[in-house]
């Protein structure tokens, strides 16, 4: 058998630099400190984490006064930092900067007097916190007939935002959908799916074409790697998502010459291993890499850590310095 891995695959950038954050936060602020939801949504990070002395709580009711809160990499509506701010926390902000573009857009056009479409899945933590943006102007779809249903004040007036992790394709006919029903949509300059869903879903079609079984690690709230699911899918091969090597049924691998594995952006990459070795318990197996895109992204630190930092005495890690996330 052979197993072909998807690559890119698992961490993105806000990802590590979210927990990254956590890490860094539980070594340089006072405790204790609190994280608002998932800091990402994979239970291994978290757990890891909560090991390590990070308190996880869903809002802000649950966190003390005079505690230090992280705001998860999906980001939070403004009315969530108000609410901190209120409270007199002190606030370390770990939404990816990707998300913070979408935000930013949302401020910008609802100032416009644009309403705004969003692309996204309800109830996901990122759409909400998108939407408390401009609550009066926002308006949500999922599917390309959801067009059908909007109704907006000035037809010529309508801009679209997305989630950071939809499909692609799936986004391109919602897209499509709305600009035949508002020709005079407007949207950003750069799509808001992010670099790293692209990636990682135009390296599980490569590899999904290769193979006749493919799984796809990671959480089943992860909204990233349920897309990978999808797209692997739609080129008609079989697919399915598992959080961890556990969830390996030995059926879907029975007649299979070729498996491929990928990885959501939440999944750590020792989850991968673990599958990689559990299939190799089951059956003989070579490994390969199918390298898709290469990907240097890295972000910078929030300056509030830095801060915290300062004001303990201790010196943060640059951010280029990879895997580095002890203080001196
Ligand atoms: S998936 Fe994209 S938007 Fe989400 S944390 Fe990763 S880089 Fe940021």
């Known amino acids: ?124 933590d990122e759409v909400v916190g998108t939407m408390g943006e401009a609550p009066e102007r926002m308006f949500l779809i999922a599917h390309p007939e959801d067009v059908d249903r909007l109704r907006v004040p000035d037809p010529d007036k309508v801009a679209y935002l ?6 692609v394709d799936d986004t391109r006919d919602c897209i499509e959908a709305l600009r035949q029903r508002f020709p005079k949509i407007v949207g950003p300059s750069r799509d808001d799916i992010c670099y790293a869903t692209q990636n990682r879903q135009a390296a599980v079609k490569t590899v999904a074409g290769e193979v006749d079984v493919l799984l796809v690690i990671g959480a089943a709230n992860s909204s990233n790697a349920n897309r990978l699911v999808e797209v692997s899918r739609g080129t008609g091969t079989p697919s399915h998502l598992i959080a961890d090597k556990h969830d390996i049924d030995p059926r879907w691998l029975e007649s299979a010459r070729r498996v491929g594995i990928t990885a959501g952006a939440s999944t750590p990459e020792f989850l991968v291993s673990d599958v990689v070795e559990q299939i190799k318990l089951m059956r003989p197996a070579a490994v390969r890499e199918v390298h898709v895109v290469e990907e240097d992204v890295r972000f910078g630190l929030p300056r509030e850590l830095e801060e915290m930092a300062r004001r303990s005495g201790k010196t943060l890690p640059s951010r280029s310095a990879a895997g580095a996330v002890s203080v001196d």
Not at 54 to 80: K, M, Q
Not at 162 to 167: E, I, K
């Open 1 to 124: 058998m052979q197993i072909l891995l998807a690559n890119p695959r698992g961490f993105c950038a806000g990802v590590d630099r979210a927990i990254d954050i956590v890490e860094l936060a539980l070594q340089v602020s006072p405790p204790p400190v609190y994280v608002r939801r998932e800091i990402v949504h994979n239970r291994h990070v978290v757990e890891a984490l909560r090991a390590k002395g990070a308190h996880f709580v869903d809002e802000l009711d649950e966190v003390p006064d005079d505690a230090t809160v992280i705001f998860s990499a999906h980001g939070v509506s403004p009315a969530v930092r108000q609410e901190a701010r209120r409270r007199g926390l002190r606030v370390i902000d770990a939404t990816c900067p990707l998300v913070t573009k979408v935000h930013l857009e949302a401020i910008r056009y609802a100032r416009e007097g644009y309403s705004i479409v969003l692309v996204g899945h309800a109830d996901h």
């Open 162 to 167: 997305t989630q950071t992790t939809l499909s």
